[in-house]
């Protein structure tokens, strides 16, 4: 059966001003992270910009998007205007529903998955959520061999500028559950996985870029 695209104009599309000014700075360290990665997998893909820009600019990968049910209309919109899927050799896969606390969609993942990425997704998952993506990693992908976590971050509990200060009050004011995590109990976390820290990249914005690898 032949698939219709989905034609939203461009302005109607999800937008995130935020993802315009980091997505090249991130594309830079992504470009040697996953050097040797064919298959990389979004979690929480949000807007959608993240993985078409990334998807346009690292060709060797496919560029496997997803999130909550709530999300996927407007990636699936923007995959199909921005991405290109309908011209030979798109490497922007359209979104899978991934909510981290439910099993994971076996099919596009497995066995393929060698890398992911997430960003701004730590501090809005509440430690629990954070906890079931890292056991899901382990659970659901044999073959990952690379995670690249962006977003903000603190070192022993201590805020490393006064915006991220006040970015994890208004996060607990709107949700309690929320907050900016330590890169302290991230690594332990990806050490449960059999993955170690590689690279802790300082970028724009008092945001960091984690680099892990297994193996
Ligand atoms: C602030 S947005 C970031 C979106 C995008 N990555 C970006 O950088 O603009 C947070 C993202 O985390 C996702 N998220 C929150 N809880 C989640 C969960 N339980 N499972 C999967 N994704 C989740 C949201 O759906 C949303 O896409």
Request: hydrophobic letters at 40%; one cysteine or more.
């Amino acid at each position: 059966m032949q698939r219709l695209p989905i034609v939203l104009p461009l302005t109607q599309l999800p937008f995130s001003q935020a993802c315009e000014n980091n997505k090249a700075p991130i594309l830079a360290v992504l470009t040697q992270a996953f050097s040797l990665n064919q298959h990389v997998l979004e979690i929480g893909s949000g807007t959608g910009q993240h993985a078409a820009f990334f998807a346009a600019n690292l060709s060797h990968l496919i560029w496997q998007t997803s999130d909550q049910a709530e999300y996927i209309g407007g990636i699936s919109a923007r995959c199909e205007q921005e991405g290109g899927l309908f011209n030979a050799g798109a490497n922007l896969a359209l979104p899978l529903i991934l909510d981290v606390t439910s099993p994971w969609p076996v099919e596009g993942l497995t066995p393929d998955i060698d890398g992911v990425f997430t960003a701004n997704t730590l501090h809005i998952m509440s430690k629990n959520m954070v906890e079931a993506l890292f056991t899901g990693l382990g659970l659901y992908l044999p073959r990952l061999k690379t995670l690249c976590i962006y977003g903000p971050f603190n070192y022993q509990g201590e805020f490393s500028s006064d915006s991220n200060r006040q970015f994890d009050a208004f996060l607990k004011q709107r949700d309690p559950a929320s907050g900016i995590r330590d890169i302290e109990w991230i690594c332990s976390l990806a050490s449960e996985q059999g993955l170690t820290l590689e690279q802790d990249v300082a970028m724009p914005a008092n945001n960091r870029l984690l680099h892990f690898v297994r193996g």
